[in-house]
């Protein structure tokens, strides 16, 4: 590469003294070729940034409003964001009450329900030893007549009947009460 220089600057000096009337004439004319392009491309250069120039403003306008949209949006989502945070929480709060009070209203029914059945199984436990405590003061009152009877060999009266039976009744269940209390 050195070697190619050195003969190009050789070559060139070589011209210039050898020819210079050549060499002055050539440079005359790269030195007119240069001028007419630099004063026609001038212009079209000139005008070429300059359209380059104002495309590159609109565009850094163009960016500029678009990361003051961005900016914008970004703000607007985090609002939506804030708000749906808490929407959700006051979503979950009413949600928590109502199941709360759910609950409370289960246990209620539930407690009520029991309460019945409770009252129920009295109801039918009392009948159950009303009608039992009736079919043993028959039978009682039966047997001390069949006892009385068979003891003292006579016939009793109705009158005398009644009131051994209600004596024989009442006895029994004031037997029936102390055996339950």
Do not use: W
Request: glycine share 4%.
């Amino acid at each position: 590469m050195i070697e190619l220089l050195r003969e190009a600057v050789s070559e060139s000096l070589h011209e210039v003294i050898v020819e210079p009337q050549a060499f002055l004439i050539e440079f005359v004319q790269a030195a007119l070729l240069i001028g007419v392009v630099f004063y026609f491309g001038s212009k079209f250069v000139r005008r070429y940034f300059a359209k380059r120039r104002d495309r590159i403003a609109d565009e850094l306008n163009g960016v500029e409003a678009a990361e003051k949209e961005h900016e914008a949006a970004q703000r607007d989502a985090q609002r939506i964001v804030a708000q749906a945070q808490k929407d959700a929480e006051e979503l979950l709060e009413a949600g928590r009450a109502a199941a709360e009070a759910e609950r409370v209203n289960a246990v209620a029914a539930i407690e009520r329900d029991a309460g019945q059945l409770v009252s129920q199984a009295a109801a039918a436990i009392e009948a159950e030893r009303t009608a039992l405590t009736s079919r043993m003061c028959d039978q009682m009152v039966e047997l001390v007549i069949v006892i009385s009877k068979r003891y003292l060999g006579t016939a009793f009266t109705e009158s005398e009947e009644r009131a051994l039976m209600q004596k024989a009744v009442l006895a029994s269940l004031d037997r029936l009460d102390s055996l339950s209390a």
